[in-house]
């Protein structure tokens, strides 16, 4: 199931040439301010005369709260096994595309921008912007979720705590809190390395846990 997702304003075509170009879209949802009704309504009757499955949601190009809000919406309704995502930021005002591009990183969203080229085809005016590797955030739940906000609000800034410290937090045996930083390390939201500073000493028996920036980032953004 692959579900895209489009910013638009006035001009309609940017959207529909990253359809063309982009094969196996089941699902499109058009992002668009009230402003420009006839725009959606354009776009709109081009999927469904595509036999796709097409949603309007309205925003304001100038709230990025909310577009934000609206787009995880969409990733919370939609997600899935299977279920693969992808962001067209051509259209729209550029708090829009800032919008869509702070959320492609949460919901492991593909960025796409059109060029204006006519000389070339669509698939050549479509460009795919690279994004960092990211975490799945089904995965940062429950206690996992907890262990990572008590790591951020312990060394969040660039300190680091062990794994006998989480333990007596959360009063979870080793096997546990293993298995919970197993996770967080998987998904690049920790790293661990050999020796850790204990009462002042450095010990190397001992392994030391710290966020990556990747880690500190989402911590901060889950613990909102």
């Not at 709260?65 to 919406?73: F, H, P």
Request: glycine letters at 8%.
């Amino acid at each position: 199931m692959h579900i895209h997702i489009a910013t638009a304003g006035q001009a309609v075509e940017p959207v529909i040439k990253a359809y063309n170009a982009i094969p196996g879209i089941d699902r499109v949802y058009i992002l668009i301010s009230g402003v420009f009704e006839e725009s959606a309504m354009v776009l709109e009757d081009f999927f469904i005369r595509a036999m796709v499955d097409v949603r309007v949601r309205i925003v304001d190009g100038f709230d990025f709260q909310g577009i934000v809000d609206t787009i995880y919406s969409v990733y919370e309704e939609e997600q899935g096994k299977g279920v693969e995502f992808s962001l067209n930021i051509t259209g729209g005002t550029n708090l829009m595309a800032a919008a869509a591009c702070s959320c492609a990183f949460f919901v492991g969203a593909r960025i796409c921008y059109v060029l204006r080229d006519p000389e070339r085809s669509a698939s050549q005016q479509l460009v795919w912007i690279p994004t960092p590797r990211t975490p799945d955030l089904r995965r940062i739940k429950g206690k996992t979720k907890d262990i990572l906000a008590f790591i951020l609000k312990e060394c969040g800034d660039g300190g680091s705590i062990t794994s006998s410290a989480i333990t007596a937090r959360f009063d979870v045996d080793k096997q546990n809190s293993s298995y919970h930083l197993r996770i967080l390390e998987d998904e690049g939201l920790i790293e661990r390395e050999q020796g850790a500073v204990i009462n002042g000493k450095m010990n190397r028996r001992v392994k030391s846990i710290r966020l990556t920036g990747q880690g500190r980032l989402v911590a901060s953004w889950l613990s909102e």
